[in-house]
């Protein structure tokens, strides 16, 4: 069997464009506002923190903290990915930096940052719970992970497809990357059990303290349904350093 992530990489080189254009708008819609004060609930305020964004994609959530004065850094494991996030920050003005990289083995010394963040992306991971281990090592003490995701496995795998307004980016991807995106779902679904519960039980484990699930990020995030709106419900899970 072809690796996972191997199918991930190829995936996500094919909707690689697209999506940075989709992300530069979001950038300048009411969203990036929103996901800043989303940060803003759980960050520590009033110094510039050295922040991991876990599967970037094109850059949205470092770029989102790079401009608010953060030393910013992107890992995603699709090379396509990393290229479209260098040139959106060069569009942006911004400075991040950003490094093809493995989420689940990231390549920095233990406790580097003081923060870390990822949208959408450890639904992907087939080894989840060395993911939240590795995590933990790269935070300083004191440090916070702030992971939104949903459980997107599930979703598939009990088909339950939310409708999505005819403007969003999804509805003009092929039949071929509709049926890659659902097969990849069902492979992982394999690995993983339900979330958040799992997520919770993994951290703990891997040695975070005060983890907390919060599911009305949802609500305060995708209050319209337009072309960013995300029909299945995402969570919050924040998780701590001692």
């Known amino acids: 069997m072809e690796n996972v992530k191997q199918r991930i990489t190829r995936y996500w080189s094919c909707r690689a464009q697209a999506f940075q254009a989709q992300r530069l708008r979001e950038f300048g819609n009411e969203k990036r506002g929103r996901w800043l004060q ?54 942006l ?8 990289m493995d989420a689940e083995a990231p390549d920095f010394p233990p406790e580097t940052f003081d923060a870390l963040v990822t949208r959408n992306l450890t639904w992907t991971l087939p080894h989840l719970w060395e993911a939240y281990r590795q995590w933990h090592r790269l935070l300083k003490p004191g440090g916070v992970l702030l992971n939104f995701d949903a459980d997107y496995c599930r979703t598939v795998q009990e088909g339950e497809d939310g409708d999505l307004p005819d403007s969003h980016a999804h509805k003009n ?23 958040p519960q799992w997520d919770v039980q993994l951290l703990l484990e891997a ?18 349904v337009d072309e960013f709106y995300n029909p299945t419900p995402i969570f919050c899970i924040c998780a701590q350093k001692s």
């Open 173 to 195: 991807i092929s039949q071929s990357l509709w049926a890659e995106n659902e097969a990849i779902s069902l492979e992982i679904s394999a690995y993983q059990l339900p979330r």
């Open 207 to 224: 040695g975070f303290e005060r983890v907390t699930v919060d599911a009305g990020v949802y609500k305060r995030i995708y209050r319209e």
């Open 93 to 100: 003005g911004l400075h991040a930096s950003f490094h093809v």
């Open 38 to 91: 989303e940060f803003n609930r759980y960050l520590p305020q009033g110094r510039p923190l050295k922040i991991l964004d876990l599967g970037t994609g094109t850059g949205f959530f470092a770029l989102i903290l790079a401009a608010e004065g953060h030393e910013a850094t992107g890992i995603d494991l699709t090379a396509d990915m990393i290229s479209r996030a260098k040139a959106t920050a060069d569009t």
